[in-house]
């Protein structure tokens, strides 16, 4: 039986950092749980209406959260933060505001800043959307596959590998359609990969994109 494990908790305390950073006590915990997951959908929501999307990505790459008493302080990570900024310079406010409004919490400070990416393309979640975008425009995904991993070479990593599961082109039967490129060391943990999996609903049903990128070896 094959053994598998997600790639980024397998690397935790080595090469890769939480996403969300706070303490709870255990009664408490769940409650922190939905509140980031909240967090995380609200802002997801608000640049999906409010972005002027030419190519479908919304490229937002992650999203850390660090809470402290009275302080829940929110980094974006975007590859295109001046698509949304542009044209309205209190759309950050206003986005505060929502989430704000979303967790009901006004008894302390919620601080959301946007950090922009060097390399867009070399984030999982980012290329992720971008297939996404290719196959719901009926683009054939061997197209999507192999263009998606041209804009990976080009910001600079070792290896990628992308994976596409479900009704492929329409099919009747679903099946999995992967790519390598370069290298992908994933027993390694010293190894820097970055993953996501991300999902995409078409007209024939839903599918499923795992994308795995080798940054560095540390």
């Not at 490229?59 to 001046?82: C, E, N, S, T």
């Not at 596959?145 to 290896?159: D, F, N, R, V, Y």
């Not at 679903?174 to 609903?201: F, H, M, N």
Request: proline share 3%; hydrophobic share 40%; aromatic share 8%.
């Amino acid at each position: 039986m094959g053994q598998k494990i997600n790639p980024l908790g397998f690397r935790l305390g080595t090469t890769q950092s939480h996403h969300s950073i706070w303490f709870a006590q255990p009664k408490n915990y769940s409650e922190s749980l939905q509140e980031d997951e909240k967090i995380r959908d609200c802002i997801k929501n608000y640049v999906q209406k409010n972005m002027r999307i030419s190519s479908g990505v919304e490229g937002i790459a992650r999203i850390k959260i660090q809470k402290r008493i009275d302080l829940i302080q929110v980094i974006i990570h975007m590859g295109f933060p001046k698509l949304l900024i542009e044209g309205k310079p209190r759309r950050l406010e206003e986005l505060q505001m929502n989430v704000q409004k979303k967790l009901n919490w006004m008894n302390g400070k919620l601080n959301i800043a946007i950090t922009r990416i060097a390399n867009p393309y070399g984030h999982p979640n980012i290329l992720a959307e971008f297939i996404a975008g290719q196959l719901k425009n009926r683009v054939s995904f061997r197209k999507a596959m192999k263009k998606a991993i041209e804009l990976t070479e080009q910001a600079g990593t070792k290896g990628v590998q992308v994976q596409i599961a479900g009704r492929i082109d329409g099919k009747e039967i679903a099946r999995v359609e992967w790519i390598r490129e370069g290298r992908v060391p994933l027993q390694t943990i010293r190894a820097k990969i970055d993953y996501c999996s991300y999902t995409v609903r078409t007209i024939y049903g839903v599918l499923g994109i795992k994308i795995w990128i080798f940054v560095n070896e540390e």
